[in-house]
Each structure stands twice: as C-alpha cells, then as structure tokens.
C-alpha cells in the first residue's frame, strides 16, 4: 500500500510536531545513490521525500541544485529512469513521495500516461512550479483521477486572489515559499514567514508546509513553530554533492537526525491541528 501525504502529517501531528519534507535531486550522482540517500533521510526521521527530476531550465531552483540536475543530466538520467526506481522507494523506506518536476518533462512523457506511470510506480504527490493554478486543470484533473495529490506553491508577492487559487487546486499540501528569490541557504528563512502562514491558514485547510532557505536546527525549529511542515532539500543536495557515496549516506542520516532535533524542540502542535 503507498504511503498517503495524509497519513504522514497526521503521524507528525499524533507526535506533537511538524513533519519533515526532505528534497533530493534523483540521479544525482546516480540512481542508486539516490535510493540510499532517501533510505537514509528516512532512518533520520524524514516523514516524506521530495524527489526532483532533473531539468535543463528549471525554474525556482537555486545552484546548488541547478549544478545537481546538471549532473545527473549529464549521467543520462531521463524521468522515465527515475519512475522505473519509484517502486523500490515506496515500499522500502515506505515514505510517501512527491515528484517535483518542471512541466515540459510531464508534457514530453505524456501527461496522462506520466500520471498512470507515476502512480503505478508509488508516487503520492506532484509539484510543477512552473504550472500556474489557473492553468492546472488539465493535468491535476489526471493526477487526480491516477490517485496522485497535487501540490501548489505560494510566495510573499502572491495575491490573495492566487493564494486562493493555489490552495484550491492543491490536495496534499500547500507549499510555502518562505522568501523571494531562489533554493538554497543564502538570505535564509523569510522575515514575514509568521505572517505569510497565518495569510495562507486563512484560505486553506491543508497542512502548510515551508521551504526555501531551511538549513540549519534553528531554521527547522523557527518553521515548526509555525506550520505544518518543514521542507529541506538544498542542505541535502549539497552533502550529497560534496561527499563520497557512503560518505553522503552517512550524512544526509545525520542532517536528518539534526533537523528533526530542532523540529521537536517545539512544543504541543495541537494549535496546528
């Protein structure tokens, strides 16, 4: 059976905390490192894995993660590879996962025969960044139908008009961009992150979750305070890019363990519920 988004937010709620969103980029520095890296972020504690799909253009991605879709690109990994790796990851570690992909991949795949594929293969959710709320029917209305929740994205500059819409068309989560800009550490988390959670509880009732410049303990425990989840995913890539193999397993374990610290540092997260 694949594990649900649901069912991974109301473990962490059971728990009195946020859940852990770890992000990795498939393929890089292959597959199979890529299936010990997301066992590993499991063993830590992560309670759902975001797995990009590599891409030559991608959108809101920072260098870091840019440089690792420039990697596995080069090491011939293609969106059907990865889906053929899906299977393997669902079951063992068991987390559910979500495909983060620009929308030309899903368009060049097939977006019907992309979503069967996907969800043959285990995956639980889909995140297109470049996909706008307004024009998502399309696609989500096929996610949907192969049993996959749709994610949407919200930034500080959104209106309230697009944040409605964007929470509208999501049934896993609402995902929180915490600041301008792009992934990775530089600039950290948002100084209105408290507000922008606060503007989106107000038209959604899915789980919020944060990402973009979520780094360290701290970072993890300020978002945790807040919402629903906490996303992490350039501190991951980088220790996958700057380690031996068995060296990023190791420490993608241990980034895992660290940021989970701060997570349950908080306190009750009843008022979340």
Same mark, same amino acid.
């Given at each position: 059976?694949?594990?649900?988004i649901?069912a991974?937010?109301?473990?962490?709620?059971?728990?009195?905390?946020?859940?852990?969103?770890a992000?990795?980029a498939?393929?890089?520095?292959?597959?199979?490192t890529?299936?010990?890296l997301?066992?590993?972020a499991?063993?830590?504690?992560?309670?759902?894995?975001?797995?990009?799909?590599?891409?030559?253009?991608?959108l809101a991605?920072g260098?870091i993660?840019?440089?690792?879709?420039?990697?596995?690109?080069?090491?011939?990994?293609?969106?059907?590879?990865?889906?053929?790796?899906l299977p393997?990851?669902?079951?063992?570690?068991?987390?559910?996962i979500?495909?983060?992909?620009a929308?030309n991949?899903v368009?060049?795949?097939? /977006?019907?025969?992309?979503?069967?594929?996907? @969800? #043959?293969?285990? $995956? +639980?959710?889909l995140? !297109?960044?470049d996909?706008l709320?307004e024009?998502?029917?399309?696609?989500?209305?096929?996610?949907?139908?192969?049993?996959?929740?749709t994610?949407?994205l919200?930034?500080?500059d959104?209106?309230?008009?697009?944040?409605?819409?964007?929470?509208?068309?999501?049934?896993g989560?609402?995902?929180?961009?915490?600041?301008?800009g792009?992934?990775?550490?530089?600039?950290?988390?948002?100084?209105?992150?408290e507000?922008?959670v606060?503007r989106?509880?107000?038209?959604c009732?899915l789980?919020?979750?944060v990402?973009?410049g979520?780094?360290?303990?701290?970072?993890?425990?300020?978002?945790?305070?807040?919402?629903?989840?906490?996303?992490v995913?350039? /501190?991951?890539?980088?220790?996958a890019?700057? @380690? #031996?193999?068995? $060296? +990023?397993?190791?420490? !993608?374990?241990?980034?895992?363990?660290?940021?989970?610290?701060g997570i349950?540092?908080?306190?009750?997260?009843?008022?979340?519920?």
């Amino acid at each position: 059976m694949i594990a649900t988004i649901q069912a991974a937010f109301q473990r962490a709620r059971s728990e009195n905390r946020a859940a852990l969103i770890a992000y990795l980029a498939a393929g890089d520095p292959d597959l199979a490192t890529t299936v010990a890296l997301v066992r590993a972020a499991a063993e830590g504690g992560a309670d759902i894995i975001e797995l990009g799909i590599p891409f030559s253009d991608p959108l809101a991605d920072g260098p870091i993660i840019q440089a690792a879709y420039t990697r596995a690109l080069a090491n011939s990994i293609t969106t059907r590879r990865i889906i053929e790796v899906l299977p393997e990851l669902a079951k063992d570690p068991g987390l559910p996962i979500v495909l983060m992909t620009a929308l030309n991949p899903v368009l060049a795949y097939g /977006a019907e025969i992309f979503c069967k594929d996907a @969800s #043959a293969a285990g $995956a +639980a959710g889909l995140l !297109v960044p470049d996909l706008l709320p307004e024009d998502s029917e399309s696609l989500w209305s096929r996610a949907h139908a192969a049993g996959i929740d749709t994610i949407c994205l919200s930034a500080p500059d959104t209106s309230e008009r697009r944040l409605a819409a964007a929470a509208a068309a999501s049934t896993g989560f609402l995902y929180l961009i915490s600041r301008r800009g792009v992934t990775g550490p530089s600039g950290g988390v948002g100084e209105t992150l408290e507000a922008e959670v606060a503007r989106a509880r107000a038209v959604c009732e899915l789980p919020i979750a944060v990402g973009f410049g979520v780094t360290t303990a701290d970072d993890a425990r300020r978002v945790a305070r807040v919402a629903d989840g906490v996303i992490v995913g350039s /501190a991951f890539v980088d220790l996958a890019a700057n @380690s #031996a193999p068995d $060296a +990023a397993v190791g420490a !993608v374990r241990a980034k895992t363990e660290e940021l989970m610290n701060g997570i349950r540092m908080v306190g009750s997260r009843t008022e979340n519920a």
